[in-house]
């Protein structure tokens, strides 16, 4: 046998559910709480308090963003922005310009835009490679 | 160019080495698992991704990854360029807390010449 761990205060309606699919799955119990540890771990690693600065900031980046886009785009069209933070740093001429500006920067957050070129939403798809 | 499956996987799976551009690192080396399922460029951990300082290059278009059992999930997305020896390419970087892995998609997968040579454990770039 290997090791064997008590645990106290399981919600029992929660490990039946768990016994069950991992019965369905083919995986024994210990290899199903095995995973749910790493998930649990790896959740709440990830999402801390460090990386809601960083989605707060790339929001506000993103409407400051718009906001130069709807001035700049005509008189300044296939010029760069950057925006850090959800300030505005400035225009530049080409793509170059703007990486080195943003080398120097020590922001949480910087987007890289070409003024006139439109905001798209992209789709990406994942194989079984990623899980 | 010529690299060795990763025998650590059964079976061994191929995958390449290549050099991106970062606000921190010029040239970072990343070890790459060749993954045709996968329509994006490059796929890093957050964490990497944060620590090479990508969050400073992102795009502002807005990616979404569909999982393989259908969920979306937000990627965090940058553009940079990479560099197999003499060959350089504009490649999307992407990363998601949850995802663990370094794979190269199609998107940089397209852009070569790859001969898979199984039975040596070999990928090479012709």
């Not at chain 2, 010529?2 to 080495?17: R, S």
Request: some cysteine.
């Amino acid at each position: 046998m290997g090791n064997v761990i008590v645990v106290k205060n399981v919600d029992k309606n929660l490990y039946r559910r768990l016994k069950s699919t991992a019965s369905l799955k083919g995986y024994t119990i210990g290899e199903a709480l095995n995973e749910a540890i790493k998930l649990w771990l790896m959740l709440n690693e990830a999402v801390n308090r460090d990386y809601l600065d960083y989605l707060t900031c790339r929001e506000r980046s993103e409407e400051k963003l718009k906001e130069i886009n709807e001035k700049y785009c005509k008189k300044c069209k296939g010029k760069y922005v950057v925006v850090c933070d959800g300030i505005f740093i400035g225009i530049f001429n080409n793509e170059k310009e703007a990486l080195n500006s943003v080398c120097k920067s020590k922001a949480r957050e910087c987007i890289i835009a070409k003024l006139g070129e439109p905001i798209k939403e992209e789709k990406v798809e994942f194989g079984m490679g990623v899980l | 160019m010529k690299f060795k499956y990763n025998e650590n996987v059964k079976p061994p799976i191929p995958k390449i080495k290549v050099k991106i551009w970062t606000p921190k690192i010029r040239d970072y080396e990343l070890e790459l698992v060749v993954d045709t399922g996968f329509s994006g460029g490059i796929l890093i951990p957050y964490r990497l991704y944060d620590e090479l300082k990508l969050t400073l290059a992102e795009v502002p278009s807005r990616y979404f990854g569909i999982l393989p059992i259908g969920i979306p999930i937000t990627l965090h997305t940058a553009l940079t360029e990479v560099s197999i020896e003499k060959l350089r390419f504009k490649v999307h970087v992407h990363s998601h807390p949850l995802i663990n892995k370094k794979l190269a998609g199609r998107e940089l997968v397209n852009q070569l010449k790859i001969l898979l040579d199984g039975p040596k454990g070999e990928l090479e770039i012709l």
